[in-house]
């Protein structure tokens, strides 16, 4: 596969991961980065001017990615935070209504 190609497969790939980001599908999105890595690391410093495009659109794409993803996890983190307040009250509920 030249860098061409390679690039091309790896914006493939970022579009991949972006979908499933957007499913919140963030195993498959893991997966996928997994997959992507050795890929992205082969390729060369030397890339003609469209090559260096798309993997400017590669880069605003995973910085988007990473945006979201930090987002995501922050409501997760409120959401477990307000999970576990709920399951002490109702803990404290129950031990007072055995008294």
Not at 39 to 49: D, G, K, T, V
Not at 88 to 94: D, L, M, N, T
Request: hydrophobic share 45%.
């Amino acid at each position: 596969m030249n860098q061409t190609e390679l690039i091309e497969r790896l914006l493939s790939m970022t579009r991949e991961i972006e979908h499933a980001a957007s499913l919140a599908d963030w195993p498959e999105a893991a997966r996928l980065t997994e997959a992507r890595s050795p890929l992205l690391m082969s390729l060369s410093a030397e890339q003609e001017p469209a090559a260096l495009d798309m993997i400017r659109r590669i880069q605003a794409i995973d910085a988007a990615l990473l945006a979201d993803a930090e987002t995501t996890q922050n409501e997760l983190h409120t959401e477990f935070e307000a999970a576990m307040g709920r399951t002490k009250a109702a803990g404290e509920y129950q031990r007072i209504a055995r008294l």
